[in-house]
């Protein structure tokens, strides 16, 4: 069975600072992994995704994550962050051949002005 | 616009009275899902659908039931809602091979069962 572990469930940042939330996911076969972004009242929208290849993943918005296949993690990085980053954050994995996705418990990202 | 919609975006109602949340998506997308968003507990599946006239349960079929009788609809319905059943609705549609697909979101219905 898969699972997706976000043990930071809020992470408050100044504006300007790094920041990186974490994802750690558990399964036995080859997966595939997404990051979301939900802004305040709106639907999750993709932020990036590895599916194969390059571990480093770049996406919109300035974020990127790296695939990390001996930790079973997917961190999220962002080297300055913007009030605009203020949202909610889901890391989600689905499994070659699957119908669904699992998604982790989210983590609320403040930046603080 | 590529966009998924859902109606009503935000509902209160009484426990026992069925209601229908609609979702409409015009990107012909064959995959569609809800899901409901708890806090603590983040998205969870209810149904999802492959294509028209198939559809399966998720995580937490419980309580609902969905149809899929054209392409571009998925209605969300509760038979006799309970207050457990409050919470945040998400619909979302994608390309088949769904594993690897993004998924696109609508925006949401809050949903309140008194």
């Known amino acids: 069975a898969q699972s997706v572990t976000q043990l930071d469930s809020q992470v408050p940042v100044f504006e300007e600072a790094p920041v990186e939330l974490r994802c750690n996911y558990s399964?036995?076969?080859?997966?595939?992994l997404f990051w979301y972004v939900q802004y305040p009242n709106q639907g999750l929208q993709l932020l990036l995704k590895?599916?194969?290849?390059?571990?480093l993943v770049k996406g919109i918005n300035g974020f990127e994550a790296e695939f990390n296949k001996s930790q079973t993690s997917f961190h999220l990085r962002k080297p300055s962050v913007h009030i605009s980053d203020t949202a909610e954050y889901f890391c989600?994995?689905?499994?070659?051949?699957?119908?669904?996705?699992?998604f982790g418990t989210g983590t609320r990202l403040t930046v603080i002005p | 616009e590529a966009q998924v919609t859902q109606n009503p975006r935000y509902l209160i109602t009484v426990t026992g009275k069925k209601l229908t949340v609609t979702c409409s998506q015009n990107m012909n997308h064959e995959y569609m899902s809800w899901y409901r968003q708890d806090p603590g507990l983040g998205l969870r599946q209810i149904y999802y659908s492959m294509n028209v006239e198939v559809t399966d349960k998720g995580d937490v079929p419980e309580g609902y039931k969905v149809s899929r009788k054209e392409k571009r609809n998925f209605p969300l319905i509760l038979e006799s809602p309970s207050p457990n059943q409050t919470s945040l609705y998400f619909c979302?549609?994608?390309?088949?091979?769904?594993?690897?697909?993004?998924?696109?979101f609508g925006p949401g219905t809050r949903l309140l069962v008194l």
């Open positions: 399964s036995s076969v080859s997966v595939y």
């Open positions: 979302a549609s994608s390309k088949p091979g769904l594993a690897k697909e993004t998924q696109y």
């Open positions: 989600a994995v689905s499994q070659t051949g699957a119908n669904n996705l699992f």
């Open positions: 590895y599916l194969s290849g390059s571990t």
